[in-house]
């Protein structure tokens, strides 16, 4: 929460600087809220090239709030995936480069509740309890049920997915732990394309499905260095 109150907080602040910190900061608030809002702002546009930046600035940045998650819970995890999850965040960064001469001022800041809110606090720790009883009950079934549990969970909720499956470090491997996390990821990148193409412009949704994929790519080519 501590993280995307700072996000939210600098949202407050910094949100008409442009389309790429709009959706970089959002990302640290809620990178699928952010998707949402470029989606639903693309009918109003007939270039969404600037609002497709700010989706894969928001992913990004899901992604570097990830690590920082694994940083603070769980040092020696967060070594073993810096380089794998680096090499994603600079691919997501190359990936994202193409998009970034329409980075326009933004007139609107995205609305946000401030994570803190005891709704919003309520809402993650439901969030939070129910994944985790998913994942250890998978757990208890096989590392192909973990998996797809995992996988599942990602696609709602990046945040609440890892912090559930860093409660098993102690019954499982790192290795899988790893792999995991990779998995919520692409999972969580998946989500996105799917927001662009139900409530996106469909010229949004088809400019946005390319990079996003090749974002999952990058994921998937990721897991040779776990």
């Known amino acids: 929460s501590g ?16 389309t790429a910190v709009t959706g970089f900061l959002g990302g640290f ?14 009918s109003q546009t007939h270039d969404p090239t600037s609002l497709v930046f700010a989706t894969l600035a928001a992913n990004t940045a899901m992604i570097v709030k990830v690590l920082f998650i694994i940083f603070i819970v769980h040092e020696e995890l967060f070594v073993n995936l810096l380089v794998p999850m680096g090499v994603i965040i ?4 190359l990936i994202a480069l193409p998009f970034s001469h329409q980075n326009k001022k933004s007139e609107k800041i995205i609305e946000f509740t401030s994570p803190f809110m005891l709704t919003s606090a309520l809402k993650f720790g439901a969030i939070f309890a129910f994944i985790l009883f998913l994942v250890r009950f998978a757990v208890h079934v096989s590392q192909k049920s973990f998996y797809a549990i995992t996988f599942f969970s990602g696609l709602f909720d990046a945040d609440a997915t890892v912090l559930s499956v860093l409660q098993l470090l102690q019954q499982q491997a790192a290795l899988n732990i790893s792999t995991a996390v990779i998995l919520v990821i ?13 409530f996106g412009k469909k010229t949004f949704a088809n400019k946005a499905t390319l ?9 998937i080519l990721s897991l040779l260095l776990v």
């Open 3 to 18: 993280i995307s109150f700072g996000g939210y907080i600098l949202v407050r602040f910094l949100g008409k600087h442009g």
């Open 29 to 42: 608030v809620s990178s699928t809220a952010t998707t949402l809002s470029m989606a639903e702002r693309s």
């Open 90 to 93: 600079a691919g997501s960064i």
């Open 186 to 198: 692409m999972a969580n990148t998946i989500s996105k394309i799917a927001i662009a193409h139900l």
């Open 211 to 219: 990079p996003l994929l090749g974002i999952v790519v990058v994921s």
